[in-house]
DNA sequence: CTGTTAGCGCGTTCAG
DNA sequence: CTGAACGCGCTAACAG
């Protein structure tokens, strides 16, 4: 079967995206080297561009031009089909560390995460992933790393993807004690924040707005005429749990409901944990009749507890979430919560790091979403 | 504060693992030109190697075999901590897409998954990022793409990893229609199957006997006394599953337990799929007395499906999963499931996958781990 | 033990 | 429109 202009022009592409299934069977890989005029020292089986070039009869210029996405139209229409349907059925892959080490760029971004198992950061980071391979001309690739909030392995992190040469860094993992090492990385290459901010840090950053997220819950509260209420809050080093904590407080306060208890919190955000706390909520006097949990996981938990000692919700206790992970919508009461901005804060992120890649603009572009809140039948 | 021989020592490795907390003062950073001897032109504030050398009055090779972990014996000690101490106070990094270039290794290894969000993958997969961390002298770092059991974006994958000249390759991710892809890129470099294995294709895995798994749960309901069973498999498309069904259904004849329904089968392994099938399980006639979900996501849907229609578990109705999940455990009727063996199988591909890089040994050596049997509340 | 030399595979000048 | 030459930052081979 022949190469036709149309399949030629997907290759183009597909040279870099690889959306060409046919990558060159492996009898023409196996025998690429007869296309060679002059014998040439072969190394591996690995093709790069010179043998691909003295195959040719062309220079690597010309080949290295010819594949390249810009610089195309510098060659002529016909070499650069021949160049590229031989680059095709040969199986040609341009080295991109080689081509990195040249233009000065890796065309990679490193990116943090404190939790691989969070749906939540999971989500912005398959909606910055999906932008960035596809965003403008560029096509990045993502190194991801997962640090446990812890700040050894930030500092690990941070290092290995300097010394890749990353273009840049989004981290969704940031806490207050990483401050100094976010900031001295940032003296190398741009840094973006997401979903979670530093107090005190200035780097632009796409965030949700935690404390309106916070201030719906107690609204809706008082909206159903609940007197005494309580929070769970996540992790108080976080400033996403001190903000959703402030806002429920404000409102709660604006609108006459009593926290009791106050100053419930969980060391980790976990379902287990929340289940814990549940013990602490029932003893309080007077008992609360709605729970505030900072994420669906504490809230699952609660509902568990709940559940176990055969109370019924929302009747006997409200609960509302935060995230609006797939689990709240499939329970048999069906979790309110609140829904969080995942496209918007991943796309911020990744069009913050496009530009500041393009043109090292450190202007001041945090940009704040806002969450909604979605009341289902546990509230 | 002097930097003392200790201190150096962890910078040693720190200079490749970021373990130094100290990476320079930012006073060093700024005045690292006054230690050079004769001034030099410098491109950016990014200190090379070349200019770490001339400061010093000494060889860029030397400089470099100060700096490496496996060839600085070749060095005076005095040097050597020279070397060391400058590099750490002027915060030199070196940059591992040259290193790569002239070594003829990039030190990362590509890992395919599936889905982000599913907790076993990304249990083997930390296993894996941590071996591959500190396995030996082997310091690789991983880049990590998500398929989605999308072939189409498998193949874009397998080229980018491919382009960016990956050591090695782990797909947690294989199916039978991507045999071709994967057979492909094998010709290039060691490619390691995890968690999945395709029919037909022999590529050294890391795999959880799935068969057994299925077995032991029907051995459980066959001993609870069960005589109507039945069994909602994930999608047929994954070998995975498939061996689960097979084990599962063995062991029903040779107890003489009843398969009823037989043939259910959702068509994504997930939570709301599980709760819309339950109907056709209390559909059948006779109607069984236990369910084996193939997965826990699929059995959480199955018992929030129950708890909705005023059913009760186990004694209506017993379920058991499989993977256990962190959710499995807190539910108020914990979830019986079989333990996915997580450690053993992410243990075994990275081994593998060191194996293979070092001396390209393409032996057979496949390992299969078994699962086991968590009886909880649930059956 | 240290310096010298020679590339790794590309992209980008600058000529023609 | 194409070819020749240079160098990105590093490590490996070979001398001394």
């Avoid at 990195?100 to 065309?107: Q, S, V």
């Avoid at 549940?278 to 994420?295: E, G, K, L, S, Y």
């Avoid at 609006?324 to 913050?352: F, K």
């Amino acid at each position: 079967m022949p190469l036709d202009n149309n399949r030629l022009h997907k290759y183009c592409s597909g040279l870099w995206r690889a959306n060409a299934r046919h990558n060159g069977t492996m009898e023409d890989r196996a025998n690429w080297r007869f296309l060679n005029v002059n014998d040439s020292p072969i190394q591996g089986s690995r093709l790069n561009m010179k043998e691909l070039a003295k195959a040719l009869n062309l220079d690597r210029s010309t080949v290295s031009r010819a594949l390249s996405e810009d610089k195309s139209h510098l060659v002529g229409l016909e070499t650069r089909l021949r160049v590229r349907e031989a680059a095709m059925k040969l199986g040609y892959r341009t080295d991109l560390t080689a081509a990195a080490l040249r233009k000065g760029r890796t065309d990679t971004v490193g990116i943090i995460v404190s939790d691989l198992g969070n749906e939540t950061f999971i989500t912005v980071m398959r909606q910055i992933m999906a932008d960035l391979k596809g965003n403008g001309a560029l096509h990045m690739t993502p190194l991801i790393g997962e640090t446990r909030d812890d700040l050894a392995t930030t500092q690990d992190l941070l290092h290995r993807f300097l010394s890749r040469r990353v273009d840049a860094i989004i981290s969704l993992a940031a806490s207050d004690d990483q401050a100094e090492a976010l900031q001295l990385a940032a003296l190398q290459v741009p840094v973006v924040l997401a979903v979670r901010s530093i107090r005190g840090v200035e780097l632009p950053s796409a965030l949700c707005d935690d404390e309106a997220g916070g201030a719906m819950v107690a609204a809706h509260f008082a909206a159903r005429g609940h007197k005494f209420v309580c929070q769970v809050q996540g992790p108080t080093a976080a400033a996403t749990f001190r903000n959703r904590a402030r806002g429920f407080s404000r409102v709660c306060k604006q609108s006459g409901l009593s926290e009791v208890p106050s100053g419930l919190a969980v060391k980790n955000a976990t379902t287990p944990e929340g289940r814990q706390v549940f013990a602490q909520v029932m003893a309080a006097d007077p008992r609360p009749t709605a729970i505030f949990a900072h994420n669906d996981s504490i809230a699952i938990g609660l509902m568990e507890a709940l559940r176990s000692e055969g109370h019924r919700c929302p009747e006997d206790m409200a609960i509302v979430g935060f995230n609006n992970t797939q689990m709240s919508r499939v329970l048999a009461i069906p979790l309110s919560t609140v829904d969080y901005p995942t496209v918007e804060v991943g796309r911020h992120a990744s069009r913050l790091v496009s530009n500041l890649i393009e043109n090292r603009d450190y202007g001041w572009k945090t940009s704040v979403f806002s969450p909604s809140l979605l009341v289902r039948a546990s509230s």
